[in-house]
């Protein structure tokens, strides 16, 4: 099995995974929007999980950010995904410790992640249950956009 960074090729792979994610309803018009400018976000870590002969069987999504509480720069797993039929393999314990190795190279200090499911799994892999997570539905107006016009969302580049 090989764990590496998604290029654009692994669009179409993606998608079914993603349709594995509980209890979100995504849309493939905002997935295709989302694809690109996720690949190239400076501090987003998208990593696939690939078996020979057999293509993308797994997928994980994660961000950096500065906190206070941490002390600086914490990790946040957003999406792993596993295909059904590939679970139980350790192809998702692979994907998280990419993401681990990830964060310590961008200076994290702390990886978290929110899940109502597989606290097992997190637990065994050294993750501790440190508090709940909510969520809420906003709607916007329309697609968030570079600049106010019709240009899909990008993350601004950094500058000094």
């Given at each position: 099995?090989?764990?590496r960074?998604a290029?654009?090729a692994?669009?179409?792979?993606?998608?079914p995974?993603?349709?594995?994610?509980?209890?979100?309803?995504?849309?493939?018009?905002?997935?295709?929007?989302?694809?690109?400018?996720?690949?190239?976000?400076?501090?987003?870590?998208?990593?696939?999980?690939?078996?020979?002969?057999?293509?993308?069987?797994?997928?994980?999504?994660?961000?950096?950010?500065?906190t206070?509480?941490?002390?600086?720069?914490?990790?946040?797993?957003e999406?792993?995904?596993?295909l059904?039929?590939?679970?139980?393999q350790?192809?998702?314990?692979?994907?998280?410790?990419?993401?681990?190795e990830?964060?310590a190279?961008?200076?994290?200090?702390?990886?978290?992640?929110?899940?109502?499911?597989?606290?097992?799994?997190?637990?065994?892999?050294?993750?501790?249950?440190?508090a709940?997570?909510?969520?809420?539905?906003?709607?916007?107006?329309?697609?968030?956009t570079?600049?106010?016009?019709?240009?899909?969302?990008?993350?601004s580049?950094?500058?000094?």
């Amino acid at each position: 099995m090989l764990v590496r960074r998604a290029v654009v090729a692994d669009r179409d792979a993606v998608w079914p995974l993603v349709l594995e994610l509980p209890r979100h309803d995504p849309e493939r018009e905002a997935f295709e929007r989302s694809f690109g400018p996720l690949l190239a976000a400076l501090d987003t870590y998208f990593a696939v999980a690939e078996l020979p002969d057999q293509g993308v069987v797994g997928y994980l999504l994660a961000n950096r950010h500065l906190t206070f509480a941490s002390s600086g720069v914490v990790c946040r797993v957003e999406e792993v995904a596993v295909l059904p039929q590939h679970r139980r393999q350790g192809i998702g314990r692979h994907l998280l410790e990419s993401a681990e190795e990830w964060a310590a190279e961008v200076g994290a200090r702390r990886v978290g992640l929110a899940t109502g499911l597989s606290k097992e799994f997190y637990v065994s892999g050294g993750y501790a249950e440190t508090a709940g997570f909510f969520t809420k539905r906003v709607e916007a107006p329309a697609a968030p956009t570079a600049a106010g016009g019709d240009a899909p969302w990008a993350p601004s580049a950094a500058t000094d």
